[in-house]
């Protein structure tokens, strides 16, 4: 009994200090096993912990100030909110889980760390313990709420005009510049002239254009489906360009931001939060936003009425125009913590492999490789004549069009769901 109490006693004193202080609260045996995944995976213990549903937000949270020697608070409330930032970009308050709610000399400063974040938190307030006392620990999704309050104006900026994340010569923001909108108004002018002076001529030259144009599209779309009945390439990933790298391990995996869009689809949540549960992908390395509008009173309801998963957070999308999908994702994109993005609609059923493969293949690839595109198909194409209808369009599409124009070099549009990026940070 002596033997099996000392080495108890030396497995626990080697507790990481993010979970350290939970001893008592969760069985030891649960804290030993969160810190050797924890390792396993590179990732943090307390992450585990709640991943793995061994302790709620609240519970953890309000532990994590006891042992700071901090308030704990489940809402967010604003004392002095002139500058709640600290004259930082919101943005980098959202990284690091901080955010001013009182100021002069008795600042003190909310926070909701996540990840590394709470080891440098106990670190610092271990060695200045007045730090503990000036701090308001709250949960990560209500800091989210008081970030979103607090920088409205400042993350609508961002979400129309493309997250700021590109320079306006690579971003749609401006359509055309002055040399180009010269050039097409002078074209359409010669165009016009020209049926003016010679109208039967001008008529045939513009049929012969359009005829061409037809001729090859309709070419393109006969190579790719001879290609496809001659060498079988269906949906197949291209062996020359998945390399022979090994696919990462569960400790390479990089954290996975899911943005999921949501507007009038309260019925659908039970369906697609089951379906993104399902996903094989460490639940402590997946940060998931459901995105939502702030005039979608139902949805919002049904969301906050839900006990998600620490995985899961909600973004309240503030109402403003434009009410669009790109807007709203933008928003989400602003406080994304993922080093890797998809989207999934909440109607998306996806396949529970699919961040893993995506994740292997960015690692296979040269660092130009930005998007990857899943196929899509109708998993209820039996359902009705239209839906096979569609189901064929999107075999069509998906199978044979799309691996055609990549084998070509050429673009090829996105799917607008089960697109997976590189991080922009």
């Not at 002076?197 to 008529?203: K, S, V, Y």
């Not at 998945?242 to 009038?264: F, H, N, Q």
């Not at 403003?320 to 109607?347: H, S, W, Y």
Request: with cysteine; proline share 7%.
């Amino acid at each position: 009994m002596a033997v099996g109490y000392a080495v108890r006693r030396e497995t626990s004193a080697h507790l990481p200090p993010d979970v350290a202080f939970l001893r008592g609260a969760i069985p030891l045996e649960s804290l030993e096993w969160a810190a050797a995944e924890a390792r396993l995976l590179n990732a943090c213990a307390h992450d585990i912990l709640l991943a793995d549903g061994l302790i709620d937000a609240l519970s953890y949270y309000q532990a994590l100030a006891a042992t700071l020697g901090a308030r704990f608070a489940p809402m967010v409330q604003l004392r002095f909110p002139a500058d709640p930032f600290g004259g930082h970009d919101p943005l980098v308050s959202a990284r690091l889980g901080m955010l001013i709610v009182a100021g002069g000399e008795g600042t003190e400063i909310a926070v909701a760390p996540r990840g590394r974040q709470v080891l440098s938190l106990l670190e610092t307030a271990g060695n200045r313990p007045e730090v503990g006392r000036r701090m308001v620990v709250t949960t990560p999704q209500a800091l989210t709420d008081a970030l979103i309050a607090c920088g409205r104006d400042h993350f609508l900026t961002l979400s129309r005009s493309g997250a700021g994340h590109l320079p306006d010569a690579a971003s749609a923001r401006s359509l055309f510049h002055r040399p180009q909108i010269a050039a097409l108004c002078a074209g359409l002018l010669c165009t016009v002239a020209a049926l003016a002076a010679f109208p039967a001529t001008g008529l045939l030259a513009l049929t012969g254009l359009f005829g061409l144009y037809f001729a090859a599209v309709i070419g393109l779309r006969l190579y790719a489906a001879v290609y496809d009945m001659a060498y079988g390439a269906v949906g197949g990933d291209s062996p020359e360009r998945e390399g022979d790298a090994l696919p990462p391990g569960d400790g390479d995996l990089p954290v996975y931001t899911v943005l999921v869009p949501l507007y009038r689809e309260a019925s659908l949540l039970d369906g697609l939060i089951a379906a993104l549960c399902a996903l094989d992908y460490p639940a402590c390395k997946l940060d998931i936003k459901i995105i939502v509008e702030s005039d979608d009173a139902d949805t919002l309801a049904a969301v906050r009425r839900r006990l998600l998963p620490p995985q899961f957070e909600v973004v309240t999308v503030p109402d403003a125009l434009p009410k669009t999908k790109p807007k709203a994702l933008n928003f989400g994109l602003a406080l994304a913590r993922g080093q890797l993005v998809t989207i999934f609609d909440a109607e998306d059923l996806p396949e529970p492999g699919q961040l893993r493969r995506a994740a292997e293949r960015f690692a296979a690839e040269p660092d130009e490789v930005a998007c990857l595109q899943a196929r899509l198909a109708w998993y209820n194409w039996p359902e009705s004549w239209f839906t096979r209808q569609l189901a064929l369009e999107y075999a069509a599409l998906f199978d044979v069009f799309l691996p055609a124009l990549d084998r070509l070099g050429l673009p090829f549009p996105l799917g607008g769901t089960s697109n997976h990026f590189r991080g922009i940070r």
